[in-house]
């Protein structure tokens, strides 16, 4: 690493200009790595209204920018005497990548161009459950703080510490308990470490011709435990479910004892569920050392699609439709027009024939069934299951976009679609060199208040943009995410030209804030799967009543009096809890 801050990723990955002002994605790890994307800046110039210049960039901290730890000498001690030193670290590079998650302006921008607020004083590896229970009878003996970290993806200020913490605060790093600890085949279920990573955790599984399914976005870095705390959600959770429906029993070790189900049982009837609250408990509560979670076969065959329909409200009436049938795919997304056109400027330049099929099919969409460039949505898919379900789930979605006057697009772009969310992070990172600050934000809406909810959201930004007085064009895209019964998952990335402004970090902030305003008033939630964090916390108050927050906090207060998990997500001493 040239630069002391953290970036998103791995570290053959990032993108890249090349003398021509064509852009590449460095590394052969994805599909929309290694050619060169002609078109990449010009439509982010286009969109933004500004003009990119390759040679002007932000200038990365390449000093250290961190607070001297604080040190309670009698807890080293205790620690020096219980554990090896390979187990502890006071260095700087690792205490400032375990103090921050992936929030672009409120903590990569910070880390890369300013500075973090706080930074943890020690990190501590937990490598067994013995481990986390001596840690935390330290953390009691010696008045510590103690923050769990799982892989630090979290998009909501989750590991944000506290601004009044005075105690010496230990981050306690889960990602060597990376272990299956056993595989019930017949039953379909696992016992699973919380510190593994959903990419060891398919590893691992496929070894012995399982598959867990849950596939976030982030499925490279974030952990079986951070799940949970943040109560996530996968792409293809039509099939799998999300986290919650996939967890059968969880082990929490906390400062008063060991939370958990004594075995795990398909469902139960047995009163109060316990376990129901560690779904985003956030690190409040305690670590999270394993869970059981449901394994299915692998699947036959994997399959993926797309479709084109001409707007996006032709799109949603498909979903709803098609949420209500019987032939859900494991995984399908609307994105909105801005979108879909990005995904275009994405692609490489096309070889001579490639060139001529795509005009053909170009000519085929735009001029003979109308569709206008500016307005058409596309819906990219993933099936999964046998042979026969997938033909199935097939034909029966292709035959119902048609009646929304939807179009097949082939299995490529689906592909490139999905792909093309692993490349998020790093492109937020590529374009905050140029002054571009870039977010992304999620929430869940009623089918019903979809429309209003995106238009409100749109208004709010060209509003806010205009009273910050902001250069170029603010950019906003969205798509439907994940379909319920009831309503969808709505993603959103929004994103504006900083240059010249004055602490663009604080005013991206209150941008997002008036989103999220908009967003509620509009029948969002305050949060789909990214959770609450330090983001949302002032909106916890227009989502439960006043006696809810209070049983929280009396939760919260019975199981660690001495505050010990004191990241303060949602606990007693919160200012807005
Ligand atoms: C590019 C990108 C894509 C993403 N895509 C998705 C997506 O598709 N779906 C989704 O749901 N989220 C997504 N996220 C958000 C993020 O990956 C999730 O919130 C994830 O669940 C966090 O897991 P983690 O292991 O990184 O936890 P961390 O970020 O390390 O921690 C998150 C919180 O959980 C607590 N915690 C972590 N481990 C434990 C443990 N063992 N015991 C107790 N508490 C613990 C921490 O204290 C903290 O409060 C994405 C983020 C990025 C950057």
């Known amino acids: 690493m040239k630069t002391w801050g953290h970036k998103w990723g791995f570290a053959d990955t990032q993108f890249v200009i090349n003398e021509d002002r064509s852009v590449t994605l460095t590394g052969d790890r994805y599909n929309l790595s290694g050619y060169k994307m002609p078109n990449f800046l010009p439509y982010i110039e286009e969109e933004l209204g500004i003009k990119i210049n390759s040679h002007d960039q932000q200038q990365e901290i390449t000093e250290k920018s961190i607070n001297p730890p604080t040190i309670n000498k009698d807890f080293c001690q205790a620690l020096a005497n219980i554990f090896p030193s390979n187990q502890y670290t006071f260095e700087d590079r690792e205490r400032l990548f375990h103090s921050h998650g992936q929030s672009a302006f409120k903590e990569i921008y910070k880390v890369l161009y300013s500075k973090l607020d706080r ?9 067994s459950e013995l481990d986390a229970k001596a840690i935390i009878n330290l953390a009691i003996e010696h008045n510590i703080c103690l923050v769990p970290f799982g892989g630090g993806t979290n998009v909501s200020c989750a590991l944000k510490l506290p601004e009044n913490e005075k105690r010496m605060v230990v981050s306690v790093d889960m990602r060597r308990m990376d272990k299956i600890e056993w595989i019930d085949p017949e039953n379909l279920r696992a016992c699973v470490q919380a510190g593994i990573t959903g990419q060891q955790l398919e590893e691992q599984l496929r070894n012995d011709g399982f598959i867990c399914g849950h596939e976030p976005d982030s499925l490279e870095f974030s952990t079986l435990g951070g799940w949970i705390s943040t109560n996530a959600s996968g792409m ?53 050392t394993k869970a059981v979670i449901k394994i299915n076969p692998f699947p036959e065959v994997k ?38 056109r990005f995904s275009q400027a994405l692609k490489p330049k096309s070889t001579h024939i490639k060139a001529w099929i795509d005009k053909l099919k170009k000519i085929y969409v735009l001029n003979l069934r109308g569709f206008n460039p500016h307005q058409m949505v596309a819906a990219t898919i993933v099936m999964e299951g046998s042979v026969q379900e997938v033909a199935y789930q097939q034909a029966n979605i292709y035959a119902l976009a048609k009646k929304y006057q939807g179009l097949v697009s082939g299995a490529e772009n689906g592909h490139r679609g999905y792909m093309l969310t692993y490349a998020i992070a790093y492109m937020r990172d590529f374009l905050l060199k140029f002054y571009i600050i870039g977010e992304t934000f999620e929430t869940s809406v009623s089918w019903s208040q979809i429309h209003q909810l995106c238009h409100a959201v749109d208004q709010t930004l060209k509003e806010q943009h205009q009273k910050f007085n902001l250069p ?62 330090k983001s949302r916390q002032e909106f916890i108050k227009n989502t439960l009543s006043d006696d809810s927050i209070e049983l929280i906090k009396q939760i919260k207060h019975a199981n660690d009096p001495q505050n010990i998990f004191g990241i303060d997500n949602f606990s007693r001493d919160s200012k807005t809890i």
């Open 303 to 340: 399959k993926y699609g797309s479709l084109v329909f001409p707007n996006f409200e032709l799109g949603v009436k498909f979903l709803y439709n098609l949420a209500h049938n019987g032939f859900v795919p494991a995984s399908i997304r609307l994105v909105d027009n801005n979108q879909f």
């Open 472 to 533: 170029g064009k603010p950019y906003l895209s969205y798509r439907i995410s994940q379909i319920y019964h009831t309503g969808v998952c709505l993603y959103f990335m929004f994103g504006f030209y900083s240059k010249g402004v004055e602490f663009p970090e604080v005013i991206s902030t209150q941008i997002e804030h008036s989103l999220r305003q908009a967003i509620m008033a509009n029948g969002g939630s305050i949060s789909h799967h990214h959770g609450v964090g």
């Open 119 to 127: 930074t943890v004083d020690m990190v501590f590896c937990c490598q």
């Open 236 to 288: 293809k959770k039509n099939r799998y479910g999300n986290i919650e429906q996939i967890v059968e029993n969880i082990t929490l070790i906390t400062p008063t004892g060991t939370i958990e189900q004594i075995q795990p049982t398909p469902r139960s009837s047995m009163g109060i569920q316990i376990q129901n609250l560690l779904f985003g408990s956030e690190g409040n509560l305690g670590l999270i």
